[in-house]
């Protein structure tokens, strides 16, 4: 297998002193093996194969391996569970580079009485869901709509959920990192030896590391601490649809300043029918054409699910008196609008589970859009962050919903609405097994890129094949931040060990090779 640079005896070599840290049964690098590390969503998975993976079950493995690592100048890809499919699964950016797979970490620490969780990274958000029920905890996690993966991989990539709590990495509070040379560090006040207080005050004492470690090739976490909900008294809500696609700007313009207000405290997600369409169907359902799909058959598919063009769920979490109040408030805020169904959800303590990611219970059914398109299905996503603005939000859907048709594509999106943002998550869905189709793909990705580019508007995060061109969008003061990145990968990382190319982060030592 060819390689980027890497050694194929330091690699071997470096195999067998892992299999002595670890022991044989956790070291792979069988054929086999190599694919099951693949981004299994790419349309070629060998340019992002990995050489090999290890598997450490405590944070004294992963400290010998990193060692050995630098030893043999073998570079290193971390995965919490290797689940975020659409962004890469679990390969690598740098072809040949051995995949840290820290799953078999699993240990969960509760703190009933505070909220708090300290998860390892192997803790699924199943994992943790299944620890509160079986231990009676009444503590809620956020859950993504695709639940299988990592807690601590989720928060660490900026992932979101439905929740109050929905902004995952802001609910970060204390990591353990083992550092690109092999050292230990507790950030926060984990700094201080035997801290009661590590997962209850973010900040500690002096500069603060949590974000560091966000989406950086800085060090390997292998303990995050996680700020959970109390179960809420009462879940109430309202679920909105919408007829035209020109409802997204007036729609946007009544939820935002409720937003900055605090009167809603999740971030609702404005999606149009696709969503809906094609996690319960399949294209080849309502057309066998192949081009654009036309709007007979978008009025069907909205017909079959009694859905708007656009659709957006709000709750509150709280007490009755609370939540009683801002639904009468949210209420208020579209009375004589021209809404074209509006759906009450309740639910309130001691009922069943709602089985919602609005109630902290997490789900795997949204997986099933990659099928929209038939054959080895897959997707991938630009999520470009905008003012929270509806003409703006119209503009960049006229603007995006123009590209899709161009590039042949369903039109598949949602808006997310932040504090004080915009989030237009731009969903590509594809057959794998389509080659004229895949040709497409990678054109839209970049035409989308510059489209919001122009605009200035940034992606938040991105698939492995496109860090680098997404790393270039940043580029204030010559690539000032890059430049400030690569300093500190740098002095962190010498040998360039841990995850070369995330994020666009480079060490030098591949820094002239990356093209």
């Given at each position: ?35 099951a ?26 400290q010998?391996i990193?060692r ?35 799953s078999?970490?699993?240990?969960i ?10 998860v ?27 639940s ?12 979101v ?29 984990g ?14 004492y ?11 090739n ?8 996680l ?144 099928n ?84 200035g ?54 820094r002239?090779?990356?093209?």
């Amino acid at each position: 297998m060819t390689t980027h640079g890497i050694d194929p005896a330091a690699l071997a070599a470096a195999l067998r002193d892992f299999r002595s840290a670890v022991g044989a049964a956790n070291v792979f690098d069988g054929e086999e093996d190599r694919l099951a590390y693949s981004d299994h969503y790419s349309p070629d998975e060998t340019r992002h194969m990995p050489g090999a993976a290890v598997a450490p079950s405590s944070v004294e493995e992963v400290q010998a391996i990193v060692r050995i690592a630098n030893r043999h100048k073998v570079p290193l890809w971390p995965i919490s569970r290797g689940k975020n499919f659409g962004y890469g699964g679990a390969a690598p950016v740098l072809k040949g580079s051995v995949v840290l797979d820290l799953s078999r970490m699993k240990r969960i620490e509760v703190d009933r009485e505070n909220g708090t969780v300290l998860v390892e990274p192997g803790v699924g958000f199943f994992d943790l869901y299944d620890h509160l029920q079986k231990n009676g905890i009444p503590l809620w996690l956020s859950v993504p709509g695709n639940s299988w993966g990592s807690v601590a991989g989720n928060a660490l990539d900026r992932g979101v959920g439905y929740t109050s709590y929905g902004d995952h990495a802001a609910r970060i509070c204390g990591l353990e990192v083992v550092l690109p040379e092999g050292g230990l560090v507790r950030t926060g006040m984990g700094a201080m030896q035997g801290s009661s207080t590590w997962q209850l005050y973010r900040n500690g004492y002096g500069p603060g590391w949590d974000t560091m470690f966000c989406q950086s090739n800085f060090g390997i976490v292998t303990k995050l601490g996680l700020w959970l909900m109390p179960e809420p008294e009462t879940v109430l809500g309202l679920d909105f649809e919408f007829d035209k696609p020109d409802d997204l700007g007036w729609a946007i313009d009544t939820i935002m300043p409720l937003r900055r207000e605090g009167v809603i405290q999740q971030s609702p997600s404005m999606g149009n029918w696709l969503r809906s369409a094609a996690v319960m169907t399949t294209r080849e359902q309502w057309t066998k054409d192949k081009g654009p799909l036309d709007e007979k058959v978008v009025t069907a598919i909205r017909k079959q699910f009694n859905i708007g063009w656009w659709s957006v769920q709000v709750r509150f979490f709280g007490p009755a008196e609370i939540t009683e109040a801002s639904m009468k408030v949210l209420r208020r805020a579209f009375d004589k609008k021209p809404v074209l169904a509006i759906k009450e959800a309740r639910w309130k303590r001691g009922d069943p589970p709602e089985g919602s990611p609005s109630s902290g219970v997490p789900v795997s059914f949204p997986l099933a859009n990659a099928n929209w398109h038939g054959g080895r299905g897959g997707h991938t996503g630009y999520s470009p962050v905008l003012p929270p603005r509806g003409d703006l939000a119209m503009d960049q859907f006229r603007r995006t919903y123009d590209l899709y048709a161009k590039f042949g594509m369903d039109y598949h999106a949602s808006f997310a609405m932040g504090d004080r943002s915009l989030t237009n998550v731009n969903q590509i869905l594809f057959d794998r097994d389509d080659p004229e189709m895949m040709r497409r793909v990678d054109g839209f990705f970049r035409a989308l890129v510059a489209d919001a580019k122009a605009k200035g508007y940034g992606e938040y995060r991105t698939h492995i094949e496109y860090m680098d061109l997404v790393a270039q969008t940043y580029d204030y003061g010559g690539h000032a931040l890059l430049r400030l990145n690569e300093r500190v990968k740098d002095a962190l990382d010498p040998n360039g060990i841990v995850a070369p190319g995330k994020s666009g982060i480079w060490p030098a030592r591949y820094r002239e090779k990356k093209a």
